[in-house]
T-cell receptor
Framework: SAVISQKPSRDICQRGTSLTIQCQVD?????MFWYRQQPGQSLTLIATANQGSEATYESGFVIDKFPISRPNLTFSTLTVSNMSPEDSSIYLCSVEFQAGETQYFGPGTRLLVL | AQKVTQAQTEISVVEKEDVTLDCVYE???????LFWYKQPPSGELVFLIRRNSFDEQNEISGRYSWNFQKSTSSFNFTITASQVVDSAVYFC???????????FGKGTRLHILP
């Protein structure tokens, strides 16, 4: 496995603002992903963060709302833009050392939008 | 289509009791992977096990054991002699192909009462 960190661990934000979440891994990984977990719900994949190119978004998620960067093999960011209370969730990044192998998750970022 | 069903939304047992968490999956593919993750109150998702469809051998790891039955499309998880620290939400998940996304069940919230 790997040590995966996320910043911030939690935040309270005002509607209409944006928040950037960072995901750092202590070793190079092939794949990085971003998930959303709404209160009391399961995990929903937002997108696959591709190194050096645009992220691949799942149905229902768009780049304007959730821009993602992945400048190298150990780091990615997810921005939640123009936030509304419906964006209040836990946001988790996950990694795979080899594509299709086990996904390991970061500690998550708890976001509350007022 | 692929689907994971965790019919038990919430379970409460007294410490030291054994408890089994059920997971039923649906897929028409013959090659697939099954996972269990634990999410304690802290929010992080902890990987527990990965099993491929060609390996029906049951697995035991300490107090944890998994029963994979292709005939009933089930991958159940048993905790023996439960402890309060086992209290968490447990997710069962399915991945059909290596480049497909992981599909999570809705999770089972487990309360271990002292």
């Amino acid at each position: 496995s790997a040590v995966i960190s996320q910043k911030p661990s939690r935040d309270i934000c005002q509607r209409g603002t944006s928040l950037t979440i960072q995901c750092q891994v202590d070793s190079q990984v092939t794949m990085m992903f971003w998930y959303r977990q709404q209160p009391g719900q399961s995990l929903t994949l937002i997108a696959t963060a591709n190194q050096g190119s645009e992220a691949t978004y799942e149905s229902g998620f768009v780049i304007d709302k959730f821009p993602i960067s992945r400048p190298n093999l150990t780091f990615s960011t997810l921005t939640v833009s123009n936030m509304s209370p419906e964006d209040s969730s836990i946001y988790l990044c996950s990694v795979e050392f080899q594509a299709g192998e086990t996904q390991y998750f970061g500690p998550g970022t708890r976001l509350l939008v007022l | 289509a692929q689907k994971v069903t965790q019919a038990q939304t919430e379970i409460s047992v007294v410490e030291k009791e054994d408890v089994t968490l059920d997971c039923v999956y649906e897929t028409r593919d013959t090659t697939y992977y099954l996972f269990w993750y634990k999410q304690p109150p802290s929010g992080e998702l902890v990987f527990l096990i990965r099993r491929n469809s060609f390996d029906e051998q049951n697995e035991i790891s300490g107090r944890y054991s998994w029963n994979f039955q292709k005939s009933t499309s089930s991958f159940n998880f048993t905790i023996t002699a439960s402890q309060v620290v086992d209290s968490a939400v447990y997710f069962c998940a399915l991945r059909v192909n290596r480049d497909d996304k992981i599909i999570f069940g809705k999770g089972t919230r487990l309360h271990i009462l002292p």
